[in-house]
């Protein structure tokens, strides 16, 4: 079953159009990565999907709804949205931050949290091991335990598909691999479709079961990832000439830059 489809998606602002002729379709329970270089509009197409840019063109269903007659509400039961970890926020605790996920379902201005919503911040802080951070405030914590706790407010929102912005940037190597694992087993036993924009190729080639590549707005190509990682398509999409060979632990390509001397150029 189709969770999300994309046809011939054109957004960005009134003055200037960053994505053009997008399609693509994402089944439920599916692991899609979208990946291209800096400025190629990968997060753009997330806003675009989240109906947050002031302008949108073509189609985009979620759950067989069209989202320009949905409300933010609505959205919001479908769709959790994990931001890239850049700027600090009020001096909120770990356990505040992750039960505003549950507000969207409340009907009152001034909600309290019912046993169910207690439950599932809970059980996102514990999916997530960062239930012994409950107390402490966001703002002093670590890149990484900011991460996790950006996902657990997105399960504790209890939506079926979830859409991160680079969820690797400003990570070290272990907590990179720790939060894709975190994907996968959210993927695999919870049965939630994972949307993720990546610039970290070799990263999240095991974990996505399709591959997007943007390349100024546009896709240059999509499929599985042996189909499209190839020398010809990572040359078109990113201007640079690498190296493939068989990782030992996966048996995907792994993709390595190509360093010459001075004297060789």
Same mark, same amino acid.
């Not at 011939?8 to 053009?20: I, S, W």
């Given at each position: 079953?189709?969770?999300?489809?994309?046809?011939?998606?054109?957004?960005?602002?009134?003055?200037?159009?960053?994505? %053009?002729?997008? %399609?693509? #379709?994402?089944?439920?329970? #599916?692991?899609?990565?979208?990946?291209? *270089?800096?400025?190629?509009?990968?997060?753009?197409? +997330? *806003?675009?999907?989240?109906?947050?840019?002031? =302008?949108?063109?073509?189609?985009?269903?979620?759950?067989?709804?069209?989202?320009?007659?949905?409300?933010?509400?609505?959205?919001?039961?479908?769709?959790?949205?994990?931001?890239?970890?850049?700027?600090?926020?009020?001096?909120?605790?770990?356990?505040?931050?992750?039960?505003?996920?549950?507000?969207?379902?409340?009907?009152?201005?001034?909600?309290?949290?019912?046993?169910?919503? *207690?439950?599932?911040?809970?059980?996102?802080?514990?999916?997530?091991?960062?239930?012994? +951070?409950? =107390?402490?405030?966001?703002?002093?914590?670590?890149?990484?335990?900011?991460? *996790?706790?950006?996902?657990?407010?997105?399960?504790?929102?209890?939506?079926?598909?979830?859409?991160?912005?680079?969820?690797?940037?400003?990570?070290?190597?272990?907590?990179?691999?720790?939060?894709?694992?975190?994907?996968?087993?959210?993927?695999?036993?919870?049965?939630?479709?994972?949307?993720?924009?990546? =610039?970290?190729?070799?990263?999240?080639?095991?974990?996505?079961? %399709?591959?997007?590549?943007?390349?100024?707005?546009?896709?240059?190509?999509?499929?599985?990832?042996?189909?499209?990682?190839?020398?010809?398509?990572?040359?078109?999409?990113?201007?640079?000439?690498?190296?493939?060979?068989?990782?030992?632990?996966?048996?995907?390509?792994?993709?390595?830059?190509? =360093?010459?001397?001075?004297?060789?150029?």
């Amino acid at each position: 079953m189709e969770l999300l489809s994309v046809n011939l998606l054109e957004a960005g602002y009134p003055k200037q159009v960053v994505l %053009r002729e997008i %399609r693509f #379709k994402l089944e439920a329970g #599916k692991f899609l990565a979208v990946c291209g *270089r800096n400025g190629s509009g990968k997060s753009t197409l +997330l *806003r675009a999907l989240l109906k947050l840019l002031p =302008h949108l063109k073509g189609k985009i269903y979620l759950d067989s709804r069209d989202i320009s007659q949905m409300k933010a509400r609505e959205i919001a039961a479908i769709t959790a949205y994990v931001p890239q970890v850049t700027e600090p926020v009020f001096n909120f605790s770990v356990e505040e931050i992750v039960s505003m996920a549950r507000y969207f379902r409340q009907q009152i201005y001034f909600p309290r949290l019912s046993e169910t919503d *207690r439950k599932a911040v809970e059980e996102a802080l514990i999916l997530t091991e960062t239930q012994n +951070l409950k =107390h402490k405030s966001f703002n002093h914590l670590s890149s990484g335990e900011k991460q *996790r706790v950006l996902i657990a407010r997105a399960l504790a929102q209890d939506s079926p598909l979830i859409l991160l912005d680079e969820p690797s940037s400003h990570l070290d190597l272990n907590f990179q691999l720790q939060v894709y694992q975190l994907l996968k087993r959210l993927q695999k036993e919870k049965g939630k479709t994972i949307l993720v924009t990546e =610039h970290n190729l070799n990263l999240c080639l095991p974990y996505c079961d %399709r591959l997007i590549f943007l390349k100024n707005g546009k896709i240059m190509a999509s499929g599985q990832p042996p189909e499209v990682v190839n020398r010809r398509i990572l040359q078109e999409v990113f201007d640079l000439e690498v190296e493939l060979r068989e990782n030992s632990s996966t048996g995907l390509p792994e993709i390595s830059l190509i =360093h010459r001397r001075e004297a060789d150029q």
